[in-house]
């Protein structure tokens, strides 16, 4: 039978905060329980909740890259899943994931943890997380899906892509990334590809200097022309367009692509 598997875009915005759009993170389903959170921007906790996804179930996560806007709710995810009830968790990503770990939770809170654990939370989801830096190349067998880092272009950050293979079907979550030839190849024949289409031109009624900011960021995010151009190169089946700037519609010809093209936005859930 076909188990389920799916992808729940929980944030599909950029660093700049707005109402309608958080900051990135997604939590990609598979089976009865497999699960991954990738990323964990600002909000991704209430998101979480208005997904109605249980905190305390969530015990893995993969981190693309450092970035504040993919990881400022880290911290607020660590403490609102343990006190919800999470006794486990597996966090992996790349170099300076476990150093960021250490910074922000345990080297800052642990003083609180003790003191909660005093209170009577139970040592387990806090003192045990398991954190780990891995390379590309890295992979995974996680409650029957095969899990994989791929390579991606986000100068000057080490970043990952990740890769989710579950009975036959296919997605890839980029995290941040320019167009390169690494991502397609990375991406060949998948599925669903959910990926950076940050680099949008910067509308002209823009101040001079935030258009200029703009522009500089297609030299580390792809535009969503690049995004339909790779899902076409890969002959990816369908390419989920996320990380969007606030007021800004994504522009794209995809006369070249066979596939479907899909704006993403927050609680959008993508099956895969
Ligand atoms: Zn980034
Ligand atoms: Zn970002």
Redesign the pocket.
């Known amino acids: 039978m076909t188990q389920p598997f799916s992808i729940t875009l929980l944030g599909t915005g950029?660093?700049r905060p707005t109402l309608d759009r958080h900051?990135?993170a997604g939590l990609v389903r598979w089976g009865e329980a497999g699960h991954m959170l990738v990323d964990a921007?600002d909000g991704v906790v209430s998101q979480l909740l208005a997904a109605d996804v249980p905190l305390e179930g969530v015990h893995n996560v993969a981190l693309s890259?450092m970035?504040w806007?993919?990881i400022l709710g880290y911290p607020a995810f660590v403490w609102g899943s343990w006190n919800a009830g999470r006794l486990k968790l597996r966090v992996t990503g790349p170099i300076g994931t476990e150093a960021m770990h250490h910074q922000l939770v345990e080297s800052y809170y642990r003083e609180q943890a003790e003191w909660a654990i005093d209170l009577g939370f139970p040592r387990a989801g806090f003192d045990d997380i398991s954190v780990s830096d891995v390379p590309v190349g890295w992979q995974a067998e996680i409650d029957g899906c095969q899990v994989a880092a791929g390579p991606v272009y986000h100068p000057p950050m080490h970043a990952l892509a990740y890769k989710f293979t579950y009975q036959d079907r296919t997605l890839v979550v980029t995290?941040?990334t320019a167009k390169c030839d690494e991502l397609i190849a990375f991406c060949q024949d998948v599925d669903v590809l959910v990926i950076?289409a940050?680099a949008a031109a910067p509308s002209p009624d823009l101040p001079p200097a935030r258009q200029r900011l703009i522009e500089r960021l297609h030299e580390f995010?792809a535009s969503p022309q690049d995004c339909v151009d790779i899902a076409a190169q890969a002959g990816v089946g369908k390419v989920v367009l996320t990380?969007h700037l606030p007021g800004i519609e994504p522009e794209f010809d995809a006369s070249n692509y066979r596939g479907e093209v899909v704006i993403g936005n927050d609680l959008d859930i993508i099956e895969i």
């Open positions: 950029s660093p900051q990135p921007g890259h970035h806007d993919h995290g941040d950076d940050c995010h990380h």
